[in-house]
Structures are given as structure tokens and as C-alpha cells.
Nanobody
Framework: VQLQASGGGLVEAGGSLRLSCLVSGSSFTINVMAWYRQGPGKQRELVAAASRFGATNYANSVEGRFTVSRDNDKNVMYMQMNSLKPEDTGVYYC???????????WGQGTQVTVSS
């Protein structure tokens, strides 16, 4: 299975970006799709997640600014990030969980840099 994240870049504070994660080559049903991030000198943290049935959850720090969505038919996940802040800077990773297991697959990261 391969996860391809894209959409990162450099943006000024208050700006927006849209991340995409395309999953290919999976032979399993994807349960949860999630975005994580790792800021400079910080641990990786969960940013947002979406279940196969549409339930979503967000880190408190992004609630109301970020929106995660997915297209189950295309195995694609998106995250619309609005009102970006410098503290949102980091490498953003997508991850998927196999339904019925604890197996998680990770993609390569995409860099998001928010300038003040």
C-alpha cells in the first residue's frame, strides 16, 4: 500500500492550504484515515481523523479551522486548512488504519510552513 500526501507549501498567517492523501495498492478496507503533524522540536500529534462512516474528530488546536473529508470510492482524504497560524508549521503525514486490525500505514510527509 502507498500513501501519497501533497498540497503543502509556504503560506502567510491567515492563509489557507488544502492537503490531499491518495491511497493506492491497498487490499484491505480502510477504516480510519488521519492526518498527523510534527512541528519543529515537537512530537508527532494527531490533527484530524475521519472514519469510514463519516465521523470526524480534531485536535483542539485546529477545531473550527481545519476540515477533514474523504472520498471512500477514490481512497482519497483531504484536509482544508484555513486561518493558518505559525504554530501550524510542521510536516503533515497521512495515515490509514485497516478495518478490524491495529495495522496502520503511513505516507511520506508534506511540509507546511506558515510565516508570521
Amino acid at each position: 500500500v502507498q500513501l501519497q500526501a501533497s498540497g503543502g507549501g509556504l503560506v502567510e498567517a491567515g492563509g489557507s492550504l488544502r492537503l490531499s492523501c491518495l491511497v493506492s495498492g491497498s487490499s484491505f478496507t480502510i477504516n480510519v484515515m488521519a492526518w498527523y503533524r510534527q512541528g519543529p522540536g515537537k512530537q508527532r500529534e494527531l490533527v484530524a481523523a475521519a472514519s469510514r462512516f463519516g465521523a470526524t474528530n480534531y485536535a483542539n488546536s485546529v477545531e473550527g479551522r481545519f476540515t477533514v473529508s474523504r472520498d471512500n470510492d477514490k481512497n482519497v482524504m483531504y484536509m482544508q486548512m484555513n486561518s493558518l497560524k505559525p504554530e501550524d508549521t510542521g510536516v503533515y503525514y497521512c495515515a490509514v488504519n485497516e478495518e478490524g486490525t491495529l495495522n496502520t500505514h503511513w505516507g511520506q510527509g508534506t511540509q507546511v510552513t506558515v510565516s508570521s
